[in-house]
């Protein structure tokens, strides 16, 4: 056979054709199927612009609606972390509040006159005399205050 020629394949088989069915005269009849092979290398494709307008107009709407949906989910999560954040931040602030509470006690405890003279006693201070202790007034708290020359009284140490 010549190139390009038809190529037969298939088998005889036995099929009834007609709409009535009734068989042929032999009973059967043979179909046989051919192979045509079609070269379409040079066949080319005609580009259709409204079909490419179409096809930009859908990708254009599904890059937005993209683009909306992982907006949306970015806010989304977002509040999400900053809630985190803030209850983060409120339990924070719940112990540094306790532990300012905690301070506050303890220099209560601290500036309680009467522990600061056991204290004193134990260290061997004695109270003061009278005309030793100079009461300020609220209202002189943070006015400049005039240094004055006190008579320094000298004790021997062997004394």
Known sequence: MAAGAMHITGMITPVD???SGRRSVAGITPEF???KTIDNSRLVKVSD???????RMFSASVAALFLVVMFYAWQHFS???YGYKIEAQKSERERLVEVNRTLELEAA???DPGRI???ARRMGLESPQPGQVIQLNSDDVGAPIIAQATP???IAAGQ
């Open 79 to 81: 509040s999400i972390e």
């Open 109 to 111: 405890s601290l500036r």
């Open 49 to 55: 612009p409204q079909r490419k307008r179409e096809i």
């Open 17 to 19: 054709t007609r709409p």
């Open 117 to 119: 003279d056991a204290l």
């Open 152 to 154: 320094v009284a000298v």
């Open 33 to 35: 199927y051919f192979q």
